[in-house]
């Protein structure tokens, strides 16, 4: 799967580019007969993403209710602010009678490109808290308490100091509009292979930028995949930026795909989450390394395998 293949299903905005034409509340199409389900009994709360098991599920209701039959906890949704309020009920509802924890879903829109909440516009920044003033009332409804920001790109005329003063402003503003409602803002670094020239890199910046936001309801979202391409040294990051973490994602380096495919040992990564007591979701924010049904049972074995700690 390319790059722009899994972003359309994992961070795409358009509900029906990711349910692929099925609705909501249409019958769940695993071909349970065929393709026996085994249950697993996961240690640490890993939450897939709609696209990535729809073979086995079909529509994205279907696709919960596979997840859950798997052994899934959890679940994250990037473009969940931007999907009908009919979509976000039926999801909602899915979660529910699974007993699984949402994940993040995206608050901010154009994160990805030119100068962001670096940038000190007051129309940015207005823009940026009416985004997560939204992404309140979404969350609401499905009990999400993460949501995911980022700050885009480096201002090609502003010092970085400034720059920095800029994006605690924005994120203390944000943080307060949250705190009330007990959502947590998970800012991400990225890494400057997928998303160059991102203001935001690396994890001891992140840690240094959520102590002057001195908020609970903004801390850092470790992504490993774009931690392991921009400084590596995972755990020793992690552990030293601990209090500020508030979610994990995951995907293996290179690639993005799940663990095993790349150089990353997730097995000791996760018994490293497990030992610090994490108990929120870790997002399977990747792409499947083969097509079909073959490739989706290919993603549960890899959980297997690395929750084998």
């Known amino acids: 799967m390319r790059r722009r293949d899994f972003l359309a299903?994992?961070?795409?905005t358009s509900a029906a580019a990711v349910l692929a034409g099925t609705a909501l509340g249409s019958s769940p199409k695993q071909d349970q007969a065929k393709q026996p389900v085994a249950k697993h009994k996961f240690k640490l709360h890993y939450a897939p993403?709609?696209?990535?098991?729809?073979?086995h599920g079909g529509d994205a209701t279907g696709q919960i209710d596979f997840m859950s039959a798997e052994g899934f906890t959890a679940f994250e949704d990037n473009g969940m602010r931007h999907r009908d309020r009919a979509s976000q009920d039926a999801i909602a509802n899915a979660l529910d009678r699974n007993n699984m924890m949402m994940g993040v879903l995206v608050a901010n829109d154009g994160g990805f490109g030119p100068p962001l909440i670096t940038s000190g516009d007051k129309d940015i920044e207005d823009r940026f808290c009416s985004n997560v003033q939204d992404t309140i009332e979404v969350a609401k409804r499905l009990n999400g308490k993460y949501a995911t920001v980022v700050c885009g790109t480096i201002h090609p005329s502003l010092d970085m100091k400034t720059q920095q003063a800029n994006v605690v402003r924005a994120l203390k503003r944000a943080s307060a509009l949250c705190e009330p409602h007990g959502l947590i803002l998970c800012c991400e670094p990225l890494n400057w292979r997928d998303h160059p020239n991102q203001y935001l890199r690396y994890t001891p910046h992140a840690y240094e930028i959520?102590?002057?936001?001195?908020?609970?309801?903004?801390?850092?979202?470790?992504?490993?995949?774009h931690q392991q391409a921009s400084e590596g040294n995972l755990i020793e990051h992690m552990n030293k930026a601990w209090d500020e973490i508030a979610y994990i994602q995951v995907g293996d380096n290179p690639g993005r795909r799940e663990p095993g495919t790349g150089e990353i040992n997730y097995r000791n990564v996760f018994k490293f989450l497990s030992e610090k007591g994490y108990d929120g979701p870790v997002g399977?924010?990747?792409?499947?390394?083969?097509?079909?049904?073959?490739?989706?049972?290919?993603v549960i074995h890899a959980y297997v395998q690395a929750d084998n700690f």
């Open 284 to 298: 399977m924010e990747h792409g499947n390394a083969k097509p079909g049904k073959e490739g989706e049972r290919a």
């Open 210 to 225: 959520m102590k002057e936001v001195n908020s609970p309801s903004c801390k850092i979202l470790y992504d490993a995949y």
């Open 49 to 55: 993403h709609l696209g990535m098991f729809s073979a």
């Open 9 to 12: 299903t994992s961070i795409g």
